[in-house]
């Protein structure tokens, strides 16, 4: 089971990055999968999430209106579209899945089992 980060990098206020997290060993098209992100001196936190078939997203407040989370089953590959970038959007990002598939989406990072390297990404003001 391996998950693969990549597309991060440095920005300006406002600009945008996408994310992308490549999945193999596994078919994690049934399984629900999230992004989170870690500051530096903070804890872990939730930033997106979907549904196995895409049908239901979930954000944080922080980031709602300017990220959007999406999928490509065929693909095997999570994305992350992150618009209007801010300073405080600056943060290792991780894509990650659930142990088990099936139940509501979680925010937890506890609930998540699986989880690839991080890809950096900076907000310069």
């Known amino acids: 089971v391996h998950l693969v980060e990549s597309g991060g990098g440095l920005v300006q206020t406002g600009g945008s990055l996408r994310l992308s997290c490549a999945a193999s060993?596994?078919?994690?098209?049934?399984?629900?999968m999230g992004w989170f992100r870690q500051a530096p001196g903070k804890e872990r936190e939730f930033v997106a999430t979907?549904?196995?078939?895409?049908?239901?997203?979930q954000y944080t407040d922080s980031v709602k209106g300017r990220f959007t989370i999406s999928r490509d089953r065929a693909k095997n590959t999570l994305y992350l579209q992150m618009n209007s970038l801010k300073p405080e959007d600056t943060a290792v990002y991780y894509c990650?899945?659930?142990?088990?598939?099936?139940?509501?989406?979680?925010?937890?990072?506890?609930?998540?089992?699986?989880w690839g390297q991080g890809t950096q990404v900076t907000v310069t003001s």
């Open positions: 990650a899945a659930p142990r088990r598939t099936g139940g509501p989406i979680m925010t937890a990072s506890n609930d998540y089992g699986y």
């Open positions: 060993g596994r078919t994690f098209s049934s399984y629900h």
């Open positions: 979907i549904t196995w078939n895409g049908a239901v997203t």
